[in-house]
Nanobody, 125 residues
Framework: QVQLKESGGGSVQAGGSLRLSCAASGLTFRSYAMGWFRQAPGKEREFVGSISWSGVNKYYSDSVKGRFSFSRDNAKNMVYLQMNSLKPEDTAVYYC??????????????????WGQGTQVTVSS
């Protein structure tokens, strides 16, 4: 059974940092490109970014570029989202996604192979 489990969410003041983790199990992790998405209350899902199978290539949405960074550890089946200089508008549930065929996409109709259950990030002003 494939499982993606996010952790590391919480509450932080604006300007602070958080590091999210996504632990994958039940799949050959190195065969999956990974992505991060978020969804705020009353808003559509938003693409945060993606990281290639090897971790060499990384793509960020304009809204987080320069503040967020991704990494992955294929030996540990983990992907990470380091979030710095957090803003109240970063408040959302954050989800990781796994895709064997392509990098996770920003399009609204994108469907990965697997989703995590999400972790809440709340940034107060």
């Amino acid at each position: 059974q494939v499982q993606l489990k996010e952790s590391g969410g919480g509450s932080v003041q604006a300007g602070g940092s958080l590091r999210l983790s996504c632990a994958a199990s039940g799949l050959t992790f190195r065969s999956y490109a990974m992505g991060w998405f978020r969804q705020a209350p009353g808003k559509e899902r938003e693409f945060v970014g993606s990281i290639s199978w090897s971790g060499v290539n990384k793509y960020y949405s304009d809204s987080v570029k320069g503040r967020f960074s991704f990494s992955r550890d294929n030996a540990k089946n983990m992907v990470y989202l380091q979030m710095n200089s957090l803003k109240p508008e970063d408040t959302a549930v954050y989800y990781c996604a796994a895709d064997a065929k392509r990098l996770p996409q920003p399009s609204s109709d994108y469907v990965p192979d697997y989703w995590g259950q999400g972790t809440q990030v709340t940034v107060s002003s």
